[in-house]
C-alpha cells in the first residue's frame, strides 16, 4: 500500500497505517508526522521525508526504513524489530529501548541510548555511523551501542560526558582518542578480537544496509567501555 502523508494529521495517518491489510507499506511525501510505527508488528514501512517524534515507539516487531533524518525520540522503549535511517537522527534515539536495532547512516544528536536495557534474550543495539551528541549511553543498563565515527573530522566522534550514569552494556567508539570526560565508573580498553568478534555481525549489516565498504571501518581502531562497578550510584546514598 502506498500513502501520501503531506499535510495528514498524524492521527489519520497512523489509522490509516494501522488499519492498513498490507503487510507492506510506503510513506511518501512524510512531513514531521508523530508516532509512525508505534507499537506496531509484522509490517514493513517505508518512509520517504521526515518523520516526527516517537517513530517506531514500542515497535513490536517492524522493519522501518527512513529515507531522510528522523526527530527526537526515534524507537521511544521498542521491544523488537530493527529501523535503519538513511540519514540523521535527532535527540534520545533509543530512549528506554528494551530490544530491537536501530541503525543511524550518519549523525545521532544528543542522549542517543538513554537508558536502554536488556533482558534475557533481548539485547537491544543502536549503531550510529557518524557522530554522537553529548550524554551518549546516559545511564545505559544494558545492550550495545557502537560509534562508528565516519565522515568526521574529529578524533573523537561523541560528545561530552559519555556514559554519564552507566551501569550496564557495553559502547563502542571507533575512534583515535577517548574522550578526555569519561566517568569514573568507566572502564575503557582497546577492543581485541572477542569484543570485535561481538559487534560484527551489526557492523556487518550497517554496511549491507548503507552500501558501505566495511574494510574502510576497520583502518581505525575500537575502543569498548563497560561500567566497572556493581553499584556505580553507592556513593549517592547517604546509607550504604
Keep these: 500500500m502506498n500513502i501520501y502523508a503531506g499535510m495528514k494529521h498524524f492521527k489519520d495517518l497512523n489509522d490509516e497505517i494501522r488499519n492498513c491489510t498490507d503487510k507492506d507499506i510506503i510513506i511518501d511525501n512524510c512531513i514531521g508526522q508523530r508516532y509512525i510505527g508505534s507499537g506496531l508488528r509484522d509490517k514493513n514501512i517505508v518512509i520517504n521525508g521526515t518523520p516526527g517524534n516517537a517513530l517506531g ?94 565522515n568526521t573530522n574529529s578524533k573523537t566522534p561523541v560528545g561530552r560526558f559519555c556514559g554519564t550514569g552507566m551501569h550496564g552494556g557495553k559502547i563502542f567508539i571507533r575512534c583515535d582518542e577517548l574522550p578526555f570526560d569519561l566517568p569514573v565508573q568507566i572502564s575503557a580498553k582497546k577492543a581485541d578480537k572477542s569484543d570485535i568478534d561481538e559487534i560484527l555481525p551489526l557492523i556487518d549489516e550497517y554496511c549491507e544496509e548503507f552500501n558501505f565498504d566495511k574494510n574502510i571501518i576497520f583502518t581505525k581502531d575500537f575502543y569498548v567501555l563497560t561500567a566497572d562497578t556493581k553499584n556505580p550510584y553507592k556513593q549517592l546514598y547517604t546509607r550504604n
Design 57 to 150: 515507539s514500542y515497535l513490536d516487531g517492524c522493519t522501518v526504513r527512513v529515507y531522510g533524518n528522523t526527530q527526537e525520540a526515534t524507537g521511544d522503549t521498542m521491544n523488537s524489530g530493527t529501523i535503519y535511517i538513511h540519514g540523521s537522527s535527532g535527540d534520545a534515539t533509543g530512549y528506554a529501548m528494551r530490544g530491537g536495532k536501530i541503525f543511524i547512516e550518519k549523525d545521532a544528536g544528543y542522549r542517543t541510548g538513554i537508558h536502554i536495557k536488556a533482558y534475557k534474550e533481548h539485547k537491544p543495539a543502536i549503531v550510529i555511523g557518524g557522530s554522537a551528541g553529548s550524554f551518549l549511553g546516559e545511564y545505559q543498563a544494558g545492550g550495545t551501542i557502537v560509534v562508528l565515527g565516519l
